[in-house]
């Protein structure tokens, strides 16, 4: 147990419908990620959030949309999808400005039909 | 752009033996490098994490190495076991922001009883 709650731990949907991921971190962090994990590719970075305020989106299409209400919680909302968007979304968090060490949840595998 | 390349991809041992997974990366201007484990299907787990000041971390049967200038570094397993058997994986910060990863692709360990 890492310390970091993603749900649902399976998620299949049509490319009309829309659904979130839900993070939750116990670890009193300030910092929360979102991670896209595709079969033969390596880890890409899509979102961070320092302090509730998002910092990064790496060049991420607006079918994905996140939500940061607060530190300890994170959320990606998902609505008309690809097949291509298929894959393990992992999120993360970590400190800020201490040693950085990542936390990641146990993911969501989400296939897109 | 950061490139992160983990050689090898996959390798199988006999359990006992002493190991050596390498990762390369293009840009030295990291703040920290951190090694994970994955099991399938699974989120990561962070075994060590590496300030770009330092030389080497260690955690009980693991050792990993930094040298920044030359964009490598070297995650040693000790006494090889069966339960070693996941995929591990090496990632580099960004710049000055030690919480932005780029991740290679990874080194599929199989350990045999």
């Known amino acids: 147990e890492t310390g970091v709650t993603q749900t649902p731990r399976h998620l299949v949907m049509g490319m009309t419908n829309k659904k979130s991921l839900k993070c939750e971190q116990h670890?009193?962090?300030?910092?929360m990620y979102w991670y896209k994990q595709s079969a033969k590719k390596p880890l890409e970075l899509m979102f961070v959030?320092?302090?509730?305020?998002?910092?990064e989106n790496n060049s991420v299409p607006s079918r994905f949309s996140p939500e940061c209400p607060n530190s300890s919680h994170l959320f990606l909302h998902l609505h008309t999808l690809q097949p291509e968007d298929s894959a393990l979304y992992l999120c993360?968090?970590?400190?800020?400005?201490?040693?950085?060490?990542?936390?990641f949840g146990s993911g969501t595998q989400l296939s897109v039909l | 752009k950061q490139e992160v390349t983990q050689i090898p991809a996959a390798l199988s041992v006999p359990e006992g033996e002493n190991l050596v997974l390498n990762c390369s990366f293009t840009?030295?201007?990291?703040?920290?490098l951190q090694w994970f484990r994955q099991d399938p299907g699974k989120g990561l787990t962070s075994l060590l994490l590496?300030?770009?000041?330092?030389r080497e971390q260690t955690s009980g049967r693991l050792n990993a190495s930094l040298d920044k200038s030359s964009g490598r570094s070297t995650l040693y397993i000790a006494a090889s076991q069966p339960g070693d058997s996941a995929t591990y994986l090496c990632?580099?910060?960004?710049?000055?922001?030690?919480?932005?990863?780029?991740f290679g692709g990874g080194t599929r360990l199989m350990v045999k009883p």
């Open positions: 993360a968090s970590s400190q800020v400005q201490e040693n950085e060490k990542l936390f």
């Open positions: 670890l009193g962090h300030n910092a």
């Open positions: 959030y320092n302090f509730k305020e998002q910092t």
């Open positions: 840009d030295s201007a990291i703040y920290n």
């Open positions: 590496i300030q770009s000041s330092q």
């Open positions: 990632a580099v910060s960004k710049g000055n922001a030690g919480n932005m990863l780029t």
